[in-house]
């Protein structure tokens, strides 16, 4: 089955730890996109790739990173520097950035910082 | 980004149909009207999108006013399944806007 796969569903770290999260898909899709969604609230923009070993800084980048060395793997790393990281991550794909393309969404990873 | 209005809640009967409407007053010529739907606990899903003309497909119906300043998203016959949040959102046809801004959405809630 095609689509996108975010691991771990959930995710438990100290404080001053940094945490990596895992967004892989199938769909041959040049773009990839992570959000950050806080209880009730809206999905807000961290990082995008439109391509293979290209990224730009969303809304929220601060205290995250990011790498895409695979055109089907964009892992995000929460670091030490982001100060408030407990929120539910979301990642996502589109066939290219911008104009009507769909955007496909994984699962979620649900981190707690402790 | 231009920016949408949809309440803050609703509610419908099992098996009736629902509207669900979203404002978009400073809508520009180039942008589509995209609509995603986020079941609990889990990542939003597309649900359909549309420019000018009235949109259907097999989840809903998207109903784009005159002006295009208004739309509404139509279920047809509610479901359980159907209980999530809806959010309405503008993106640009001619691209640039790489990310979906996402408001807070209109949860619906489906009584059996």
């Known amino acids: 089955d095609g689509g996108i796969t975010q691991s771990p569903k959930y995710l438990f770290r100290k404080e001053g730890q940094n945490v990596t999260l895992s967004c892989e898909q199938n769909?041959?899709?040049?773009?990839m996109y992570w959000y950050r969604q806080d209880p009730g609230q809206g999905l807000r923009l961290i990082y995008y790739?439109?391509?293979?070993?290209?990224?730009q800084k969303g809304d929220i980048a601060e205290g995250y990173s990011v790498s895409r060395e695979k055109k089907e793997s964009f892992p995000l790393t929460v670091t030490s520097a982001q100060k408030n990281p407990t929120a539910f991550y979301l990642c996502?794909?589109?066939?290219?950035?911008?104009?009507?393309?769909?955007?496909?969404f994984g699962p979620g990873t649900r981190l707690t910082v402790l | 980004d231009a920016k949408t209005t949809q309440p803050n809640s609703m509610e419908s009967n099992e098996e009736e149909p629902v509207h669900l409407p979203c404002n978009h007053s400073?809508?520009?010529?180039?942008?589509?009207i995209h609509w995603y739907r986020q079941l609990p606990s889990q990542g939003p899903e597309y649900v359909i999108h549309?420019?000018?003309s009235n949109v259907n497909n097999r989840m809903a119906s998207l109903a784009i006013a005159e002006d295009r300043k208004s739309s509404t998203l139509i279920l047809h016959r509610a479901t359980l399944r159907d209980a999530a949040v809806y959010y309405c959102?503008?993106?640009?046809?001619?691209?640039?806007?790489?990310?979906?801004?996402f408001g807070k959405g209109t949860k619906l809630t489906v009584n059996p």
């Open positions: 996502a794909s589109s066939i290219s950035a911008g104009g009507p393309n769909e955007q496909f």
């Open positions: 769909l041959n899709h040049d773009a």
């Open positions: 790739s439109q391509i293979v070993n290209d990224f």
């Open positions: 400073t809508i520009s010529g180039t942008d589509y």
């Open positions: 549309g420019l000018t």
């Open positions: 959102i503008l993106r640009d046809r001619e691209g640039g806007s790489e990310k979906l801004v």
